[in-house]
């Protein structure tokens, strides 16, 4: 597998004719390199124990399962509960097998959103329910997700088996209350920042929390890797929202305008559906509403959504997170570790993936 975090993307959040005049972020070729120099290590390491737990008894399991690991993800869930344990001064030898819990847990909520969403690609690739079937998918992500409980169990601690817990319940629900307010043009932020609370920012959280955990911290140091990977996990999906419009699908992995065209409404549709004259609204709903959205129906969408300072307005929301998040760092000391946190923090507000 490659080690796919911080790939070689554009080094400029610069959307052309799409552009957010007063929203400009810049994140430098020498910057990325720098962060995936310090991160290799720990990359290396957590691929060779997502590799080991791979195999089964059931040749299906491991060829859908190692699709899904291996089509590009990122790993930043298992390096950031890494991370967080080395910031909390651990320097024992389990953290990467601990860590990849997150990202079999991950894997297998994807495997489960691209049935649910009748999904054709995953990060540039055929999903896995459009090669091996629906009921394949489901039962590989089943596999995955009871290999992570397994993993977490076999470090014998309840408080990580208590926030695991959790965090599987909440993610749960998350993706329950997703399907609740399908279709449903709607639903206002509040209602917005609930479903991705807990379908992205809770495992980014928990990631962060489990490694304060494992690094034996004090109270107010594991409140404050959680809020930070609370953070920082409302900003990722945040800009995730904004490449759906201003993406391409090299970038995304999946075609541009996939979330709109499934029904799913994030804070750039709310903000364009709240701010808009009736006009604006009713060409939005319409589009919404369409059986079929043709690239060029898309691209009306786009624009409209663009004008309406939607993505300036979603970018400046990230922002005030990820300031939030690099501001709770400040109970630790200056380290390399802690400095590497708020260099990831901010590359994920200018990522172009």
Known sequence: MKNCFLTSHASTLNVKSMAVPSFRLSCTDIVKAKIIARIRPDLERIEREIEGHLSSSVPLISVVARHIMGSGGKRLRPLLM?????LCRYNGGQDAALSVVFEFLHAATLLHDDVVDNAEVRRSKPASNTIWGN?????VGDF???????????HSNIRILEVFSKTTTLMAEGEVLQLVHSDNLEIDEKEYFEVITRKTAVLI??????????????????????????????AFQLVDDTLDYTGDVKELGKPVGNDFKEGKVTLPLIFAMTTSDDGVRERLRRAFNADEISAEFFGEVRDLV???????????????????????????PPSPTKELLTDIADFVLCRRM
């Open 306 to 332: 663009v004008r309406s300072g939607a993505i300036d307005h979603t970018l400046a929301t990230a922002d005030g997170h990820i300031r939030q998040a690099k501001e709770v760092l400040s109970i630790f």
């Open 144 to 154: 995955l997700y009871s290999k992570a409980v397994l993993l977490t169990v076999a």
């Open 82 to 86: 890494v991370l967080a344990a080395r």
């Open 135 to 139: 009921p394949a998918a489901v039962l």
């Open 205 to 234: 959280s928990a990631a962060c929390q489990i490694g304060a955990i494992l690094g034996n911290a004090g109270d107010s140091e594991e409140a404050a890797l959680r809020d930070y990977g609370h953070h920082l996990g409302i």
